[in-house]
C-alpha cells in the first residue's frame, strides 16, 4: 500500500501528465507538416503538368485534359482533380474526384477581385483541411498561367486520412517510449538510492565501529561527530548507571563520584533555596521561594551536596547564619551548605531590580515591556557580579573547581570567575530565552555581556534555538571564531561549548510523595473555596509577573464563560499568585490590573456564593500549591515567552492519578516537550477559551492517556537528567582540559633547556 502510494501513484500521474502533453504536442506538429506537405504536392503536380494543361486548354480538347489529370493523380493519396475555367466553371476532371467540390465554391478563395487598372482577378494558391462525409480531405487550388494570361485553376483533392493512420501510430510508440523512458528512470532513481543507503549504512556502521578516520569520506564528517557525540553520550550515560535505569538523585551522585571523582559542586544563584523570615508574632519560618531555579536545582544539591551561594533578602536570614555566613540546609536533613551573600539596598535595587529586572528580563522575553538600562544599574551589576564572583572564590576548595552558575544576573560572573579561577569548570545555564541578535544588540553593554558568559567552559539553553540565537549574537557582536560543527565558541585559544539542556523537576517530585491523596486534596481546596463537589476548578500558579500572561489568562475563562455558559456557576479559576518584584512599577502596574480584572469579570458572571475567579495573591509554600495541582481539573500555562516553565511539568508530576488536563501556551520551552497537553496561543482569546472548555469535556480515558504518557517523560527527562548531562559534559571537557595542563607542564621543562 505504501509503495502504491509513495511510488506507482505518482509514477502513473507523472506520465499520465507526459502523455497528454506529448499527445497534444505531436498531433498538432504533425498535422501541420502533413498540411504542409500536401500544399506542396498539389504546387508540384500543378507545376508539372502546367504545359500540357495549357495546350489542351488552348484546344479546348477536354478528353486530354482529363488524361492528363488522372495520370497526375494517380499517387493513392491523391482522391482527384479538376480543371476550373476562368470563369469558375468546370472544365475538366480526373476519375475518382469526389463529388461535392465544385469549381464555384473554391473559386471564391481562389481568386479575388484585382485592385489596380485592368487587373480584373487577383489570383492565388488556396489550401485547405475540411471534413466532408465522414473522411477529413485537403484541398488546394493552383491558379494556372501561361504567359501572364489566366486559364484558370486547378483543385486537388487529398484524402488525409492517411496522415491520421500514421499520427496514431506514432502517438503509440510516444506514449509507450514516454511510459519506458519514465519507469525504468524511475527504476533507477530507487536502485541509485538504494544503493546509496546501503553504501551510507556500510559507511556509517563501519564509522561507527571504529573504521580509520583517514578513509572517512568528507561528505560524512558533520555527520560522524554529531553521531560519535551522541554515541559516547548514550555509552556514558549506561556507564554511569545500572543498565536501563533511569536517572535518580542516587545516579546522579554515582555520576559525579566516577566521573568527577566526588568533586565538590558549587552553585552560583541569586535566589537563594530556603530563606529564613521573621514572623509578625515572634519567631523564624522557613520559606521555599517561588522559582522554577530553586525547584530545578534544589533537589541536584541534595544528591550531590556542595555550596549553594545566593542573595540572603530574608528578614531572619542574618540570625541562623554563622560567623562565614554559612546555614547548613535543607532543615532538618541538611545535606548542603547554604552560603548567603548580604547586598545593600542600593545594590540590590541597581543589580537586582535595575539592571536584571528591568534590563535583563524584558529585552530576553517578548512581552512588550521596554527594557531600561541605567548606567547606574549597570555599575552595581558590575560591582554585584565581582562581589559574588569572589564569594565563589573563597568557597571552593580547589584550583580546578565545579562550579555552576546560574541565569541571567550572573553575565559577567563566569569572566571574572575564569580570571580568579583559570582551571576551573564553569558551567552557566541561563533560564530565560535567549533573543535573536537584533533584539539583544538594544543592549548598551551587549558586548560585556558576551564576553562575560565566554568565561564559561560550557554555556547551556533550554532549546537549540536560544543556543542559536547566541551564536547569531557572538557572530554579530565579538571577533570569536565559532565552530558551528561542535556548538564552541573560541576566543584566546579557549573553547566555550554551547549546548541546548532543557530543564526539568524532580519527577517523581517529593512534594507529590508528601501531599495527601487526590481525593482529599480535591476536599480540603473545595471546602477552602466553598465550592461545591460538583464544581469544576481550574489553576493557574505564577510569581506575579507579565511574562506570564495572567491577564490573558483570565481573559480566555471570561471569554469561556461567555461562550459556553453552561459553565457559568460551576467553573471556578483559582489563581495563585506569588507578589514578585514589588518594587519595580512595571510588577506594581500589573497587580492592580489583575486585581481589577478579577473583579470585573467576577462582577458579570457571579451570582450567590460563586465567583468565577479567585485571586489567591501570597506566597504559597510547595505543599499547598501541589495540592491546589491535585484538587483542579485543569491547569493552565498562559506564558507570554518562557524558557521553559516547570509549573507544567509540576502539574503533571503531580497527578500520579493520571487525571487532570494541562493547557500550555505555545511560547513555552514546555510545549516541545509535554506535547500531549492541550496547546494554545494565549494570545488567541477563542482558541484559550476552547481549550478550557474541551479539557472540561475531556472523557477520563483520553485525559489518563495523555497524563501517562507526559508523566512517563518527565520520569525519563527529570532534572537529575539534566544536571547529570551537564556533569557528563564537564566531565569530557575536564579531562580534555587536564591533558593539555599535563602537556603544557612537560613540554614546559623541556622549552627551558
Ligand atoms: O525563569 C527564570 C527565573 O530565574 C526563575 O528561575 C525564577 O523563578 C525567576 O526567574 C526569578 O525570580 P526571582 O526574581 O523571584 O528570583
Not at 482522391?79 to 476532371?93: H, M, N, P, R
Not at 486547378?154 to 503509440?172: C, E, H, I, P, W
Not at 555566613?325 to 541597581?350: I, K, N
Not at 505543599?623 to 507544567?648: E, I, K, P, Q, T
Request: charged share 25%; net charge neutral; aromatic share 10%.
Amino acid at each position: 500500500m505504501r509503495l502504491l502510494v509513495r511510488f506507482v501513484l505518482p509514477v502513473l500521474g507523472i506520465l499520465g501528465i507526459l502523455v497528454g502533453a506529448s499527445s497534444f504536442l505531436v498531433s498538432t506538429t504533425f498535422r501541420r507538416w502533413t498540411e504542409k506537405d500536401m500544399a506542396l504536392r498539389a504546387e508540384l503536380a500543378a507545376n508539372g503538368a502546367r504545359e500540357g494543361l495549357v495546350h489542351y486548354w488552348r484546344d479546348s480538347d477536354r478528353a486530354a485534359m482529363e488524361r492528363v489529370l488522372a495520370q497526375i493523380t494517380r499517387d493513392e493519396r491523391m482522391v482527384g482533380a479538376a480543371a476550373c475555367g476562368y470563369d469558375c466553371e468546370l472544365i475538366a476532371v480526373s476519375p475518382g474526384f469526389p463529388p461535392g467540390f465544385d469549381c464555384a465554391t473554391v473559386g471564391k478563395s481562389v481568386r479575388e477581385p484585382g485592385d489596380a487598372p485592368g487587373i480584373v482577378w487577383k489570383w492565388k494558391i488556396w489550401s485547405e483541411t475540411i471534413q466532408v462525409a465522414g473522411g477529413r480531405f485537403h484541398v488546394t487550388a493552383v491558379p494556372i498561367f501561361d504567359r501572364g494570361q489566366a486559364f484558370g485553376f486547378v483543385t486537388f483533392v487529398q484524402d488525409l486520412s492517411y496522415a491520421d493512420r500514421r499520427q496514431s501510430t506514432v502517438l503509440k510508440y510516444a506514449a509507450a517510449g514516454l511510459a519506458f523512458f519514465a519507469v525504468t528512470a524511475s527504476l533507477l532513481t530507487v536502485l541509485v538510492a538504494r544503493f546509496s543507503w546501503r553504501e551510507w549504512n556500510v559507511e556509517m556502521r563501519r564509522l561507527l565501529r571504529g573504521g580509520p578516520s583517514h578513509s572517512m569520506r568528507p561528505e560524512f564528517q558533520p555527520i560522524m561527530r554529531d553521531l560519535r557525540e551522541l554515541v559516547s553520550q548514550i555509552a556514558v550515560e549506561a556507564h554511569t548507571g545500572p543498565r536501563g535505569s533511569a536517572w535518580t538523585a542516587e545516579r546522579l551522585r554515582q555520576t559525579l563520584r566516577q566521573k568527577l571523582h566526588g568533586e565538590r559542586i558549587t552553585i552560583l544563584a541569586n535566589r537563594q533555596p530556603y530563606m529564613h523570615q521573621k514572623n509578625p508574632e515572634g519567631g523564624v519560618s522557613v520559606l521555599h521561594p517561588a522559582s522554577g531555579l530553586v525547584t530545578a536545582l534544589e533537589p541536584v544539591m541534595r544528591a550531590c551536596s556542595g555550596v549553594w551561594v545566593a542573595h540572603g533578602n530574608g528578614s531572619a536570614d542574618r540570625d541562623v547564619v554563622d560567623e562565614r555566613a554559612h546555614v547548613q540546609v535543607p532543615p532538618g536533613e541538611e545535606s548542603y551548605t547554604l552560603r548567603r551573600v548580604w547586598l545593600s539596598p542600593e545594590e540590590e535595587r541597581g543589580y537586582y531590580y535595575g539592571f536584571s529586572n528591568e534590563g535583563l528580563w524584558p529585552l530576553c522575553h517578548l512581552a512588550h515591556t521596554r527594557p531600561l538600562f541605567r548606567d547606574e544599574d549597570w555599575a552595581y551589576y558590575q560591582s554585584v557580579n565581582a562581589k559574588f564572583a569572589d564569594a565563589v572564590r573563597s568557597e571552593v576548595d580547589s584550583d580546578d573547581p565545579i562550579i555552576l552558575v546560574q541565569d541571567y544576573h550572573y553575565a559577567l560572573a563566569p569572566r571574572m570567575l575564569r580570571d580568579r579561577l583559570p582551571r576551573a569548570t564553569i558551567l552557566t545555564f541561563w533560564h530565560i530565552p535567549w533573543p535573536n541578535s537584533e533584539r539583544f544588540g538594544i543592549c548598551p553593554w551587549h558586548d560585556e555581556i558576551l564576553e562575560g558568559l565566554l568565561g564559561s567552559s560550557i554555556l547551556g539553553f533550554h532549546t537549540q534555538q536560544h543556543c542559536n540565537n547566541f551564536l547569531d549574537a557572538v557572530d554579530r557582536f565579538l571577533e570569536a571564531r565559532i565552530d558551528r560543527e561542535r556548538h564552541a565558541i573560541i576566543q584566546g585559544g579557549r573553547a566555550t561549548l554551547i549546548r541546548p539542556y532543557p530543564i526539568s523537576i524532580d519527577c517523581p517530585s517529593r512534594w507529590a510523595k508528601l501531599v495527601a491523596p487526590v481525593a482529599e486534596c480535591r476536599a480540603s481546596v473545595f471546602a477552602e473555596l466553598g465550592l461545591p463537589p460538583d464544581a469544576l476548578l481550574g489553576v493557574g500558579v505564577d510569581r506575579l509577573d507579565y511574562t506570564k500572561g495572567i491577564e490573558e489568562r483570565l481573559l480566555a475563562v471570561e471569554k469561556f464563560l461567555e461562550r459556553f455558559p453552561q459553565y457559568q456557576g460551576r467553573f471556578t479559576f483559582a489563581q495563585l499568585a506569588a507578589p514578585s518584584r514589588t518594587a519595580i512599577e512595571r510588577y506594581r502596574d500589573l497587580n492592580t490590573n489583575v486585581e481589577q480584572l478579577a473583579a470585573r469579570i467576577n462582577g458579570r458572571f457571579e451570582r450567590a456564593g460563586y465567583h468565577p475567579i479567585v485571586l489567591l495573591r501570597r506566597h504559597h509554600e510547595p505543599l499547598d500549591v501541589f495540592r491546589y495541582y491535585r484538587a483542579a481539573d485543569l491547569c493552565y500555562v498562559s506564558s507570554l515567552h518562557d524558557g521553559m516553565n516547570l509549573v507544567a511539568k509540576e502539574f503533571v508530576s503531580a497527578r500520579d492519578d493520571d487525571r487532570g488536563v494541562l493547557i500550555l501556551s505555545m511560547f513555552t520551552g514546555a510545549a516541545m516537550e509535554l506535547t500531549e497537553s492541550l496547546v494554545v496561543n494565549p494570545y488567541d482569546l477563542r482558541q484559550a477559551s476552547e481549550a478550557l472548555a474541551a479539557a472540561l469535556s475531556m472523557p477520563a480515558g483520553e485525559q489518563e492517556d495523555r497524563m501517562r504518557s507526559m508523566r512517563l517523560y518527565l520520569t525519563e527527562f527529570n532534572v537529575y537528567r539534566w544536571a547529570g548531562r551537564m556533569l557528563l559534559d564537564a566531565a569530557r571537557v575536564r579531562s580534555r582540559d587536564a591533558m593539555s595542563h599535563r602537556l603544557v607542564n612537560h613540554l614546559r621543562p623541556i622549552g627551558r633547556m
